[in-house]
């Protein structure tokens, strides 16, 4: 088999390891938040119904393309998904179960705002078939949350969590932390209450400023006082996988924790290399179709999205392939998040050279470990995981 053919059976196949999901992009939300640099947008008014039949044109016809897979997880994320009405993620749920097989245990999630407002439709979410949601809560304490520009308050929050155990069987929610002027007492007081009422699941981000953002332009221009040193930042990162680890919620991947069995379906698809299908505006995706694997994406701007399906009867900008190179640096960059790492096979499969001179030097660091099974990063690390990969990818 000539070495060109060699590497499309592998690609072909590979995705399986990962597995196959969708991803739904809501881009709308009340307010935007200072440090989110996400595709969300503010709107007053929204056509739904509108909304509504561009989706699900897309989710058919993408359908078309990976008939007979079977489908494992589905992800309403945003912007805001808790701002689409029921019946409208009633109707997207119907044309998956029509488009694809699913899989017994299959995972929908939709990320919400802990508000009233939202927290009231949640038992029509659970109706229409999701069985999992994320909270994006961020903090316990209403100081912060007005830092954050959150339009909840902490005990709107717990009210809205209080709903959402009882409704579904799956919860996890969000906290931020390494925030203005927060101290390690203060963060460990905040984790060990959150870790009290959590059901399965936990995503922790250290705060981080990106460019293009309202606390980035602050930064620039030294109006964003009180973030952490770098010392102070490793000190709350240690205490927050020791805290959780003891609570047994293991940290499955670099933010998010979880007990045995909880971890999110959706994401480990992304981070294990899997195919998924990216539907709405700023969406993207990975298929692997007729033995090659192709990166698609769409327009970032909801107005270009929709009028794109409406007008030519797809929402997806040229789709740009993969190569062996990039197919195995994604590989890595996704896989080695994850605490247990990447299998070997796969990245020999991929072209990975085991026992490389990085790789060796690392493991002498104490970065890596010792397993020849699996390519993981150790606890010691995780921390410094850019720089591990850094090493790994250069030539």
Known sequence: MRFKNWWRAVLTEDWRNGGFGLYLHWPFCQAKCPYCDFNSHVATRIDQDRWGRAYIHEIKRLGKETQGRVLQSVFFGGGTPSMMSVRLVDDILATIRATWPIANDIEITLEANPTSTEADRFAGYRAAGVNRVSLGVQALNDADLRRLGRMHSAAEALAAFDIARTTFDRVSFDLIYARQDQTLAQWETELTTA????????????????????????????????LPNDDLGADLYFATQAICEAAGFHGYETSNHARIGAESTHNRIYWQSGDYVGVG???????????ARWETSTPLA??????????????????????????????????????????????????????????????????????????????????????????????
């Open 195 to 226: 870790l009290s009422m959590a059901v399965d699941h936990l995503s922790l981000y250290q705060l981080t400023i990106e460019d293009g953002t309202v606390f980035g332009e602050r930064d620039a221009l030294g109006q964003l006082r009180g």
């Open 302 to 395: 909801p107005g270009a999205w929709l009028a794109q399906v409406e007008n030519q009867g797809h929402g997806e900008l040229p789709r740009e392939p993969i190569g062996r190179a990039d197919a195995l640096t994604e590989m890595l960059l996704m896989g080695l998040r994850l605490s247990e790492g990447v299998s070997r096979d796969r990245l020999r499969d991929a072209g990975y050279e085991n026992g490389n001179p990085q790789e060796t030097e690392l493991l002498e660091l104490g970065l890596i470990a010792q397993d020849p099974e699996r390519l993981r990063v150790s606890a010691e690390g995780r921390p410094v995981l850019n720089g591990i990969l850094r090493s790994l990818l250069a030539d």
């Open 281 to 291: 505006p700023g969406a993207q995706g990975r298929l692997t179709l007729d033995g």
